[in-house]
């Protein structure tokens, strides 16, 4: 992330870029808060037998959820054309810079990286700013989680507690499995790509002089084995993600099995009312949603960074 940071840094964009961050984050854990809030009001008027406040309560409850949607909805839409234009700048000072670049600087390389660094490395940038399950998701699971913790501390010690007992060896798991290796196969991923790119370039630009010497199907094997890298690189990548889903939802059932064993045995004892039960398991959900959020929005900026990482270079030539 520190390239990225130091990308805005240049763009001058920092502060106008925190600040909607900021307004974007409470979203989630407020929306999991009034979800867990009103489960706990429902079943306290069924367990007071007052089922004509219902519709009071849900209306008052849908009424919140309204609004709560109605404020995300104006904050990323302005979001969006923040990002978009961020993009438009951004394409912009990548093709100046190349253009300003020495003639000898830009025949030194290759073609295929002068276009991965214009298109690929540029959306990959701008995937990490707005894209799905990035920094700004980062940072809203971020603050789920924290705040979900607390309200669930807060409602039952003993159910927080085997909440997490769940939640940490899934970190440490997914950490060894995706996190820390994923920078080297993208990085990986990229290079094919770009060598597919130079590879496939003399194919169009050079036809006659490749028919003249006959040279055609050396060409091709090229692009085959460099196609056979760039598949290997993303299948070892996938499968590592897909490993990474089966830990999560082996570790997710049980660790919902085990909520709702102890707190049956705790309504059993006389500890606590199924209301706060269901109270604890909404927020349980909010708290496992923000982790696994909290990692694969890791796992994304760390694959995206090695992109951003090359715009920073391509700038700074």
Same mark, same amino acid.
């Given at each position: 992330? #520190?390239?990225?940071?130091?990308?805005?840094? $240049?763009? #001058?964009? $920092? $502060?106008?870029?925190?600040?909607?961050?900021?307004? $974007?984050?409470?979203?989630?854990?407020?929306?999991?808060?009034?979800?867990?809030?009103?489960?706990?009001?429902?079943?306290?008027?069924?367990?007071?037998?007052?089922?004509?406040?219902?519709?009071?309560?849900?209306?008052?409850?849908? @009424?919140?959820?309204? @609004?709560?949607?109605?404020?995300?909805?104006?904050?990323? =839409?302005?979001?969006?054309?923040?990002?978009?234009?961020?993009?438009?700048?951004?394409?912009?000072?990548?093709?100046?810079?190349?253009?300003?670049?020495?003639?000898?600087?830009?025949?030194?390389?290759?073609?295929?990286?002068?276009?991965?660094?214009?298109?690929?490395?540029?959306?990959?940038?701008?995937?990490?700013?707005?894209? &799905?399950?990035?920094?700004? #998701?980062?940072?809203?699971?971020?603050?789920?989680?924290?705040?979900? =913790?607390?309200?669930?501390?807060?409602?039952?010690?003993?159910?927080?507690?085997?909440?997490?007992?769940?939640?940490?060896?899934?970190?440490?798991?997914?950490?060894?499995?995706?996190?820390?290796?994923?920078?080297?196969?993208?990085?990986?991923?990229?290079?094919?790509?770009?060598?597919?790119?130079?590879?496939?370039? &003399?194919?169009?630009?050079?036809?006659?002089?490749?028919?003249?010497?006959?040279?055609? =199907?050396?060409?091709?094997?090229?692009?085959?084995?460099?196609?056979?890298?760039?598949?290997?690189?993303?299948?070892?990548?996938?499968?590592?993600?897909? @490993? =990474?889903?089966?830990?999560?939802?082996?570790?997710?059932?049980?660790?919902?099995?085990?909520?709702?064993?102890?707190?049956?045995?705790?309504?059993?004892?006389?500890?606590?009312?199924?209301?706060?039960?269901?109270?604890?398991?909404?927020?349980?959900?909010?708290?496992?949603?923000?982790?696994?959020?909290?990692?694969?929005?890791?796992?994304?900026?760390?694959?995206?960074?090695?992109?951003?990482?090359?715009?920073?270079?391509?700038?700074?030539?």
């Amino acid at each position: 992330m #520190h390239e990225f940071f130091k990308l805005i840094k $240049r763009l #001058h964009i $920092r $502060r106008k870029y925190y600040v909607l961050l900021l307004l $974007r984050s409470p979203f989630d854990v407020i929306r999991a808060w009034m979800h867990a809030a009103m489960m706990r009001s429902v079943f306290s008027c069924l367990e007071a037998e007052s089922a004509d406040r219902l519709p009071v309560v849900c209306i008052g409850w849908g @009424l919140l959820c309204a @609004l709560l949607f109605l404020y995300n909805g104006t904050v990323w =839409s302005i979001y969006a054309a923040f990002a978009a234009g961020t993009e438009a700048r951004l394409q912009k000072e990548m093709t100046d810079k190349t253009l300003s670049l020495p003639y000898r600087l830009v025949q030194g390389r290759l073609g295929g990286e002068w276009f991965t660094r214009r298109n690929g490395d540029i959306q990959a940038a701008i995937t990490m700013m707005n894209g &799905p399950l990035n920094i700004p #998701h980062l940072v809203t699971a971020f603050f789920n989680m924290i705040l979900s =913790s607390f309200l669930m501390l807060k409602a039952s010690p003993t159910l927080f507690a085997v909440t997490w007992a769940f939640i940490l060896p899934y970190l440490l798991v997914n950490y060894r499995l995706v996190l820390r290796p994923l920078p080297g196969l993208k990085e990986k991923s990229r290079c094919a790509m770009a060598d597919i790119s130079s590879s496939i370039k &003399p194919l169009i630009a050079d036809a006659e002089a490749i028919l003249l010497y006959d040279v055609g =199907s050396l060409l091709l094997t090229k692009c085959e084995e460099e196609s056979r890298r760039l598949m290997k690189t993303n299948l070892q990548t996938h499968m590592r993600r897909g @490993l =990474s889903e089966m830990v999560s939802r082996l570790f997710g059932i049980g660790g919902y099995l085990a909520l709702l064993l102890t707190g049956f045995a705790m309504i059993a004892g006389g500890r606590m009312a199924l209301s706060e039960l269901m109270y604890c398991s909404q927020v349980r959900g909010s708290i496992l949603a923000g982790v696994l959020m909290l990692i694969t929005c890791k796992s994304n900026i760390k694959a995206n960074a090695v992109s951003v990482k090359k715009v920073n270079e391509a700038l700074g030539e």
